[in-house]
Each structure stands twice: as C-alpha cells, then as structure tokens.
C-alpha cells in the first residue's frame, strides 16, 4: 500500500477527531480535560505512525506540532488563558486541515531512500571552505561591531535578557552579523553527513562551527541557537535512522534548552521574585517549572486569538502590510502586528510574543489568507521534501533541513521576513558555487 493513501486517510480522520473536540470547547470540568487529553494521545500516536513510515521529517509534522500547541493551549495551565474565539478554533482546523491534505496527497514511501550515506556530496570543498570562510569573516566583524557599538555582550552582562535586544545597530548590519548560524549549519550537516570526521582534514570546518555556535551563543539570543541544535537532530535522524526511544532522547535536549534557559536567565536577573511570579500565574504552583516551556508552546495560539478579536473590528485588514511590505528591504514599509497588540491591549500585555504565522496572516485578511498563506507554505514545503529525497545532494539536504526547521517554528512565529529570504539564498549561493557536477559518494 502506498503511504500516500494511508497519510490521506489518516490526515482526514485526525483532522475529523480534532474538529469534533474543539467543537466541545465550550464545555466545562473533567470531561472536557479528558477530551484534551484524548487529542492529545491521538497526535502522539499519529506521531509514532509518521516515524513508522519515515515520514518524521515530512512537512507532515508541522500540522501535528501545531494542533498540539493549540490542544495544550485549551489545558490553561496558565491562569490567564481564556476560551478562544470560534473564529480563532475554525481557522486553526480549516488551515491545519488543508496542511495535511496537501502534504499527504503524493508522499510516496520512501522506507529505505534517505539514509545519508546513500546522499551525495558533490562539492569541490576548496571553494566551500573558502566561501564558508568569507561569510565567517563578515559575520565575525559585523558581530564585534554590534557589541563594540552597543557597549558589551549581551551573554557577559547581568541584564543580557534586556540587553539582547539594544545591540542591533539597524537590520541589515543584524542580518550579517547573525549569518554564523547559517555558518554552522553548512558546516555542521557536512561533517555529521559524511562517514567519519577526519580531525586532520576537517579541522578548518570544525573550527568555524565551534567559533560560530559560541558567537551565537553569546548573543543570548535563544532561537538563534536552536536552529544549529536542530540541525545537528535531524541530520543525525537522517543518517542513522535510531529508533524510536532514541528519537524521544534527541528532542528532550531541545525542549529542556527551550524550557531551561529561560528559567536561569530570568533567575540570574530577577532571583527569588521570578520564581513568585512563575508560582503566582501557573494553576499548579508546584509545577511552576514547567510554566515557561508551556508558555513558549502555547501563548502564540493565545496571541492568535487576540489577532481574531482586532481584525477588522479594531484595525482595518492590512491586505499586504503584514506580512509582505515588511520584507522589502531599506524602506521601512507594512505594520507589526505586536504593536498593534500593544494598542489594542494598553499596554497591558507582552508585545514581544509572536501569533505563530496565522497572526499577521489573518490582520491581512482574515481566513483568506490564512488559507492562502497556508497552501502556499504547505506547497512549498511539500516541494522542498520532494526535491530533497529525490536528489539526495547535500543542497537540498541543507536548503531542507532550514526549511523544515522555519516550518516547525510557523507554529511559534512568521517567517515572513528579510533575514529569513537572505539565509535562504545564502545557502543556495554556498551551494552552487561549490557544487561540481561529478557525484561523490559519501
């Protein structure tokens, strides 16, 4: 049997599941908690079915991830979380719906056809070191220019969780001076793709992702880091295949940096007072170490459902101003839609959080363009995955395994902007000038 009529099926009936228990949302106690819980069983075991068929780094997932965030949204361990306005819930299961239709329609099974080391790695690694190097160099200098600039680095001040956000001289000069991460990420799934690193030959790659991931670390920009920690996951996912209990070890270090290192850069700035607070918003103080990695998966769906209530009723549909004025560069065009939030809150709420990318989607036109922006990113997706299992370059190992990872955060933020299109080409120019047309296997 084809995985494609099996993933159809499947997507249609978890989409059917879903449906029927946010259209109980309303109800109250016990039995609604238990519907929860049920969903959220039923995601984990279509879960466990994607990693049976080797489906675990499809686009597939995105849908699952998502649904998952909303269903722990509806647990409301945070005392401040409310009911979600039904226009939030029928978006949400319309454009989850229309992801796992599109992305299940022609996945053929592809059981034994993505092991690395049946990938190719056609590339003259003299002209990719060089060019790793060059865009090594500028980020390097633009990096020391932010700090020099800014007066310190952000993870070597005792007010780094603010002070983060003050070295950014303009976006341009940002974007450059973040480019090691993509730096690491060349680097990294070249040396984890081959079959043994070689100290002695490889020790110029080595060098340029330790130096780059510390650089990116001491920034202290948390989801600049994720991204080479996701890497390195999926990329060993890919090349051994483990099984499913050590598929669980390799995300449990992501979601306790996720989880953690909020709790430590908040302690470290606010001591015992932080703590309080944790305690004083969660609905079970004892768990309250929890409460900042729930928050992170959660509160982009209740942010959502604040984006519901303003548009059109507050502000006027922005048509292209959220999401594609913004990425022109050098003119500073479109609207944000956390400063909108912001107004339409007083002020009384974070404007910092993110509303997944359906936030800035719908102040564009409401459903619409959610559904549009979703077939758009779930074809694009669908695209990319094809391309990489049917080429087995290290170019679209790469460009996919970058696209995978903006995938999954859609469910936390938008994509939609300047940074992500620049790194995306960079690592298409990295490719195609290094590339050669003589295949060599790895």
Known sequence: MKVSKKCFGYSVLISLIIAIIESLYYLSGCDYIL????GIITEIFYLIYLYKEKLLSSPLVFSEIYTLCVLLYQLKLVKSYDNLPVISILTIILCMFIWRIVNSYDIKCIKNNMLLYDFSFNLKLGKFKTVIGFIWMISVMFMFLEWFSAGGIPALRADGETFRFLVSINGIT???????KIVAVLSISYLLGKDRI???KDWFLIFVFLTSTLLIYLTNMRGELVVIIFTIVVVYYIKKRPKLYKVIILVAPL????????IVRHYGLYGNMYI?????ISEYPGLWFLTPLYQ???D?????GICTQMYPRAYPYGIINYNILPIIPFLDLGKDVSQDIADFTNHHFYSGLTSSYLGPAYADGGIITCVLYTTLFALWGRWLFKKFVQ????KYTVLYIYMFYQILMLSYGNIMDLAFFCYYAMICFVCNYAEQEKIIRR
């Open 255 to 262: 979601l306790l940096f996720i989880g953690i290192i909020p």
């Open 300 to 304: 982009s769906i209740r942010v959502f």
């Open 174 to 180: 940002h974007i450059l001076a973040i480019m090691n």
């Open 35 to 38: 519907f929860i819980i049920f």
């Open 276 to 280: 309080h607070d944790q305690k004083a």
């Open 296 to 298: 992170t998966l959660s």
């Open 198 to 200: 070689i100290i002695g």
């Open 391 to 394: 080429k087995k370059t290290y």
